[in-house]
């Protein structure tokens, strides 16, 4: 296994969890209490709350902020600016603040741009088109683009889009395919 890599310039809590193999680049930050696993890959600019849970062999890329109460699956991409909330009922000043958790699926995809809002799950496989604001859980393998997202149709575990349900590029039959995407 390789040793993972924090580049010098990021801001790595002591009390963070980084799996080997895992490559932290320039001016990351890593609060405490993090975990990261293993084959990780943390591109520049990124911030990761304090909790926050990072899967294997996940890629991060420039700029994506991940705030306390977001879990993140084995294998799931998320495009460069997306952003994760974590506060339903957002107040500067807010004595009963609660953290609503959000879950990101193993292999779930997420454009650039993306916004996900607390309190949802994406679903296994599923893809975020670029630019998108997620509001409502995402079922396994559905393609959702738009603000608010809306389900256009499915995807493959090898994600190119479905037209049947046998993918055309990898021959593998997917039982969440359906002709009506809503």
Known sequence: MMEKFIHPLAHVSEKAQIGDGTK?????QIRE????????????????????????????QNGVSVYKGVTIGDGAF?????VFTNDMF?????????????????????GANATIVCGVTLGEFCMVGAGSVVTKDVPANALVVGNPAKIIGWVCECGNRLHSDICDHCNKKNPNFTNNPN
């Open 33 to 60: 209490d993090v975990i990261i696993g293993t084959n990780c890959i943390i591109s520049k600019d990124t911030y990761f709350d304090s909790g926050v849970i990072i899967g294997n062999n996940v890629k991060i």
């Open 78 to 82: 998320v495009g460069p600016n997306a």
């Open 24 to 28: 932290v680049w320039i001016n990351s």
């Open 90 to 110: 957002p107040r500067a000043e807010n004595a009963d603040w609660k953290v609503t958790p959000t879950v990101v699926k193993n292999r779930a995809s997420i």
